[in-house]
């Protein structure tokens, strides 16, 4: 009879955790607060609610340890939850670890990745309260994705702003969307004040991730019955995203083993934040457990930012928070990972590495894609370019490991829709972007003097 | 504690069937021999040789019930196996159905179809008698898919001989296969001499199946270390799918269930067959199990084909199948179910039919386009279009069911590369094909009189 260790370890329905985890209470320093863009003083709850609904507000400042779980929230979760923790014995073999290599699978949610763990909640809270409507942006694809088959549980419109150069580089996505019944709009569009602006300006303009933050928000806040929605960043969507810690910590117990290593890619930060979380307390508590996070070279927020406060987009229409920051102003270069391009991080994350509770590591995309296709061709799944980062720091990190350690790392998404970057890779296409010290410098400059 | 019923049910990895079914020594009547395209005789093993390993051609003529699944192949099953059983709740609330609904998830493999099922074992008993590549064809570019992953895990070289409409049309098909290491050509290539010719007669050809299928046999027969492969139809196809219904019984047993429908789209009939198989016993001794085939009204094999002898490709190359055939003359309508364009059926189905233990149904593309979309607003997930067929049927079958009754019926695979034709259906640019009798007699007439 196989051992449990063969392959995927399983988590009975049973047993899916009906609490999110809220690290503010345990974090060692308090969280600095998000400070309004105008005047500097910390936002108040009031002025969220032109956007948020209450019930995410409450999430964002919360000081309780666990959060229920509505039921309604759980019985979408069942769609594919809970995800399969799987040891990747195939590419232990190849790199010749010592140690176990364990891929937590956000993959198999509908949307693809871990952004269902949030657009549920998000979308669940805002109908409670009578929202009709949710708007958003999206880049590479995934988040409007997630909100979008959230709305679609939820009976909520959907409209989702998309970086034009994504619209049309990535088709395949918006009909996904659109399939779950959403709006979807090239951005700039001319839906808003902000898109028909710009779109006067220059009618070929290929639109920005900033651009389409301005358009949703603008959106939200010019309807009466329509919110907006963010998919990283925010203390609420890393508290929905401990799910995925919360079930990684019951599948590893089931089997009497613990972490060493928990690894994943930041963009945002979500993804990682949601593994590692809920690992805090029993970090603190002096387990010698290591949180790794793997950006890209061409957008090292966390290894080259500066920690300091900064606006969250770059028409600084969102609260300022305190984090690792390359400036708001500062333009990623072209990488095939789209959703790791953002000047910032989590503000909970940015606590966490002032603290030493960080490992950040930075790769460059081509050596990424190398352990993408290792990771293809032993253990068969597509990641996507994202997931690729967490997969190279965990094959360093293996590489480093004792022969009784564990190294767990997220496998944030599939690669099913990005496989344009994979034909460029095939054809050797990529390029690497070492970031000069200089263009840090100089879009840190922008920054608020706070 | 929510109920096992709730959502995904699972099986721990230690209940992975270790044998698959072989139907043979099963069936009412036994199956009709394979005949030898020039001779009409029954085909011998040693003529099959030449393009099969002994290893698989032992299984198609197999008269044993059950057969071992060897240690290697376990192991690459478990990188996706066993597969969750889904309650579809969402779903039974949408159509007011009163029975209930499972779906048997294969998508999840790493191809996204049950294709895996079968390309494994393909390729590792090919791998175990020495040889050093596979060709085959691929028309959609499942197959190809599956079977580029199954040699990336074995080692083996791989060449697929794409039809050069669906290679130009589905880019990402063809990208992932180069990806898992395969060689994948447009067909007609200039690799063969089939393609030479062809392409010296019409530079322009988009290919078709059948010249694919030509393609990739002259490979095979041109060249000592390289065998043929097939993705369905054959009898040990359909016996390494058994996997799936084998699974789906002890799925069904740990909630103390029994299935009173399984149903399944049917292109050569594998994907069915795998689900059904497991549960012919029990359905001769009695029970009152209900197999439903769902095919395309464009393709009606089983519904309005004639059960005869025919060949299996359209360059009558292959042995000739006592079959429910269109005629191998009958050129599909272009539906965007490219899998179910198949003339014939398998002929362990076809048998099942005769014996009028098969229910065979046929829809047309925007009635399952239609059930596929409300599988993705109320599960979430998005259905191949081929898989659009069985929910139509299992959606049609729940209609009828009784209040205690349950509805099984196969999840085949995703449809994240088939984003281009839920475009289609979303402008309303889809066609429904009603084929004319003269049609299907036409094609009969070139059907072989043995």
């Known amino acids: 009879m196989p051992s449990p260790m063969e392959g995927k370890i399983l988590l009975p329905a049973s047993e899916l955790p009906n609490r999110w985890y809220n690290p503010q209470p345990d974090l060692p320093t308090p969280l600095a607060p998000p400070l309004d863009p105008q005047t500097a003083q910390p936002v108040t709850p009031e002025q969220l609610g032109a956007i948020f609904p209450q019930g995410l507000i409450e999430q964002e400042m919360s000081q309780e340890r666990w959060i229920p779980i509505p039921q309604p929230v759980m019985d979408v979760y069942r769609l594919w939850r809970p995800t399969p923790l799987v040891r990747a014995r195939n590419l232990e073999k190849a790199i010749g670890a010592r140690c176990k290599i364990f891929y937590k699978d956000e993959s198999l949610s509908p949307a693809g990745s871990h952004k269902t763990n949030t657009s549920v909640p998000q979308a669940y809270f805002n109908m409670v309260e009578g929202v009709k409507r949710l708007s958003t942006e999206t880049g590479a694809g995934q988040w409007g994705t997630a909100l979008s088959f959230a709305c679609s549980q939820f009976g909520l419109d959907c409209t989702v702003y998309m970086v034009k150069v994504s619209y049309e580089m990535k088709p395949y996505r918006q009909i996904l969307i659109r399939n779950y019944g959403a709006q979807v709009h090239p951005s700039p569009s001319p839906m808003t004040r902000t898109g028909s602006a710009m779109l ?12 389409a933050i301005s358009e949703a928000v603008e959106d939200a806040a010019t309807h009466e019955d ?64 290591r949180f790794v996070a793997s950006e890209p070279r061409a957008c090292p927020s966390l290894t080259r930012g500066q920690y300091r406060y900064d606006y969250g987009d770059m028409a600084r229409l969102t609260p300022m928070l305190k984090m690792h920051t390359l400036g ?83 496998y944030s998404g599939h690669g099913m829709l990005d496989l344009a970057s994979y034909d460029a ?18 879009a840190l400059q922008h920054c608020p003097q706070v």
Chains 1, 2 share one sequence.
């Not at 061709?377 to 564990?406: C, M, W, Y």
């Open 200 to 211: 006067k300006k220059d009618p070929d303009c290929k639109g920005s991730l900033g651009l």
């Open 226 to 289: 329509t919110k907006y929605t963010l998919g990283s960043v925010l203390n609420h969507v890393l508290v929905h995203q401990t799910i995925v810690g919360l079930e990684t910590e019951r599948q590893l117990a089931s089997i009497g083993a613990k972490p060493d290593y928990l690894v994943g890619c930041v963009g945002g930060g979500s993804n990682f934040a949601g593994l590692v979380l809920p690992f805090l307390r029993r970090k603190l508590a002096g387990e010698n457990i």
């Open 328 to 410: 708001h102003a500062f333009m990623p270069a072209p990488i095939h990972a789209g959703g790791l391009r953002y000047h910032g991080d989590a503000p909970i994350l940015c606590n966490l590495m002032e603290e030493g509770l960080v490992d950040a590591r930075a790769y460059f995309q081509t050596e990424c894609f190398d352990a993408a296709r290792l990771f293809l061709r032993t253990q068969g799944f597509l990641p996507a370019p994202e997931t690729s980062h967490a997969i190279k720091a965990a094959i360093e990190v293996a590489k480093e490991a004792g022969p009784d350690e564990n190294v767990v790392f997220l």
């Open 425 to 442: 890779y095939l054809k050797g296409e990529l390029t690497n972007f070492e970031l000069p010290q200089e263009d840090i410098d100089g």
